[in-house]
């Protein structure tokens, strides 16, 4: 597939645990971080976003947390189903100028829900 | 509302051919950009198209590449001429507008995954 050759992060959960997905960021510029669920054959679909000016963001099940401190941004999932499993990225989007707009993505993790 | 779409889903050249990505943008979409996922790498920015015009084009890798938005609708991406390393997984992503506070989500097409031999 074509996560082979990438050596990401893996995640190996229960059914019914949380999941925290970790990720760190470099651009302090960047204005929104952005979650991105990748599953086979599909292109990235978006989560969850977090305004820079924010520390903490809840949606349906998953949590965005953004420590502008230490550029460390996570995504938690609560009651991990195995329709979750796939590849995790996060994003940052540029604030301004002509780079406007464009995603700068981090690594990806794999996270596995075993039943 | 239909997606963002992709075609072909699957190509396989010969190093030294050319060969052309097309993308189709959810209706009414104003920016559309072009992201490609080399294997070994994560996903990287090649350039956003605002409308007709290219916006940001800073990630092109080079000369070879040639992104077009005619009429400002779907967008192609043409390799002339393709090299071993452009093999990977080529995705579009169109959002509405930007600004405004929110951060206007990009919505991904499938992608296109290029193998050159």
């Known amino acids: 597939g074509e996560n082979v050759g990438l050596h990401l992060p893996t995640l190996s959960v229960q059914e019914g645990d949380n999941s925290i997905i970790n990720c760190a960021y470099s651009?302090?510029?960047?204005?929104?971080f952005i979650w991105y669920k990748q599953e086979s054959g599909k292109g990235p679909q978006f989560i969850i976003d977090?305004?820079?000016?924010?520390d903490k963001r809840q949606g349906q099940r998953v949590t965005v947390l953004l420590n502008k401190t230490v550029k460390h941004l996570s995504l938690q999932i609560a009651a991990t189903q195995p329709g979750d499993s796939a590849v995790y990225f996060c994003a940052e989007r540029s604030a301004g100028g002509t780079s406007y707009g464009k995603l700068t993505f981090g690594q990806g993790t794999i996270l596995t829900v075993h039943p | 509302e239909a997606g963002v779409t992709q075609f072909p889903s699957h190509s396989v050249i010969e190093k030294g051919q050319t060969v052309t990505l097309r993308c189709d943008p959810i209706s009414g979409h104003d920016n559309l950009y072009w992201y490609r996922r080399v294997m070994g790498k994560e996903i990287k920015f090649l350039l956003h198209?605002?409308?007709?015009?290219?916006?940001?084009e800073s990630g092109m890798p080079n000369n070879r590449f040639l992104a077009e938005r005619t009429g400002g609708t779907y967008s192609t991406l043409k390799v002339q001429p393709a090299e071993l390393e452009d093999s990977g997984v080529y995705f579009c992503a169109s959002s509405h507008q930007l600004g405004g506070g929110a951060s206007n989500e990009q919505f991904f097409g499938p992608g296109t995954r290029l193998t050159v031999l």
């Open positions: 198209f605002v409308k007709e015009s290219k916006q940001d």
């Open positions: 651009n302090s510029a960047s204005d929104y």
């Open positions: 977090i305004r820079s000016n924010m």
